[in-house]
């Protein structure tokens, strides 16, 4: 991977370490991670940036409970709270990651986080399920002109397409689309990985795949149906205790992720229906050419009966049957001999 623009290249691959709120909000933390996602094979890692009193409302909880008389909690407020890192922490941790090769970008979830991810100069953004929704945001995210990569669970098709729209028409040239469902950890049978060929079709766009799964074995299922870009969310080692565990990666487990993404794209190949030439010599072998099934004299003429299929597939093919069935020999053939267009009148 050279670069962003190479991220928008319609066959290229582009693994992300969704570092996310893994890094509890400890920048050490956060450099150890970064560190091992270089040595994992990545080529990009995400964070998640936000403004916590501007994500949740401190009524959230009663609303969600569905409470007659709304009641004030800021228990969410304070819980997100922990995971946040300042301006300063991001532009050191974009420069250990760029010394490291790796792009550093970040989902931005306000305005505000948005603002301070332009000054930190992020060369691109994520938008998560939850902001398709979010025009203001879309339109701010538009106007820096940037690629984005947006993630489309709990999103309808027409959703989709506004947020497509507004980022189009607000100056954004690039766009990926991920599959994704909204399930933490993602069950099996609720992956829907056809889903991709649907949001490739419908919309015309690159498409990748964000993993919620406990493993990576999804990805390369995804990358079969035309998936590119593949977020996992990421951990430095296993056991750590943070937020999105279950669903994470260790730096083994994400290598070996990408390898099987990579060999199920070679297996892919291109599609096309004529045998490969590396194949020619098995072809040679085991495919059938005619061949006298008994002695034949000279001016005997030809019968069917007189002919055998048999291997090597290297004399005369099968389909020239009718070109020597017919026809007077011009010599003696001996039996079990391949037969050949200048033997015959």
């Known amino acids: 991977m050279n670069g962003v623009k190479d991220v928008f290249k319609d066959d290229a691959t582009f693994f992300i370490a969704e570092i996310g709120i893994n890094h509890n909000g400890d920048r050490a933390e956060a450099f150890s991670m970064i560190e091992a996602a270089a040595r994992a094979g990545a080529d990009a ?3 998640q940036t936000f403004v916590p009193e501007e994500m949740y409302s401190r009524y959230t909880n009663s609303m969600l409970r569905g409470d007659a008389q709304l009641v004030p909690d800021t228990a969410q407020i304070d819980f997100f709270r922990r995971f946040v890192l300042g301006e300063h922490d991001y532009h050191a941790l974009k420069k250990a990651a760029e010394v490291l090769g790796l792009i550093f970008f970040s989902s931005a979830f306000d305005i505000p986080s948005l603002e301070m991810l332009e000054r930190v100069g992020v060369p691109l953004y994520k938008l998560a399920s939850s ?8 339109e701010r995210v538009a106007a820096t002109g940037k690629p984005v990569i947006m993630s489309t669970g709990i999103c309808t098709a027409g959703e989709i397409e506004r947020a497509i729209g507004t980022l189009r028409e607000g100056g954004t040239g690039d766009i990926i689309l991920l599959h994704c469902v909204a399930l933490y950890p993602l069950p099996p049978e609720k992956a829907n990985l056809s889903r991709i060929c649907s949001l490739r079709g419908r919309f015309g766009l690159p498409v990748g ?9 999804g990805c390369a299922l995804a990358a079969m149906l035309g998936a590119r870009v593949f977020e996992k969310h990421f951990i430095h080692e296993e056991g750590c205790d943070c937020p999105d565990a279950a669903v994470s990666l260790s730096p083994e487990k994400f290598r070996r992720m990408r390898t099987d993404v990579e060999a199920a794209l070679t297996m892919l190949g291109d599609g096309r229906i004529d045998f490969d030439f590396s194949e020619k010599e098995v072809a040679n072998s085991a495919r059938r050419s005619l061949f006298s099934r008994r002695p034949l004299r000279a001016g005997e003429v030809l019968g069917g ?9 290297v004399g005369l093919p099968v389909a020239d049957m009718e070109r020597v069935v017919g026809r007077a020999c011009r010599r003696d053939i001996p039996e079990d001999f391949p037969l050949r267009l200048e033997d015959f009148e």
């Open 45 to 47: 890692v995400k964070f």
């Open 305 to 313: 009966d007189a002919v055998a299929l048999r291997r090597p597939g």
């Open 131 to 138: 902001e398709v929704t979010n025009t203001p945001l879309l």
């Open 209 to 217: 795949f964000s993993d919620h799964a406990p493993d990576g074995t």
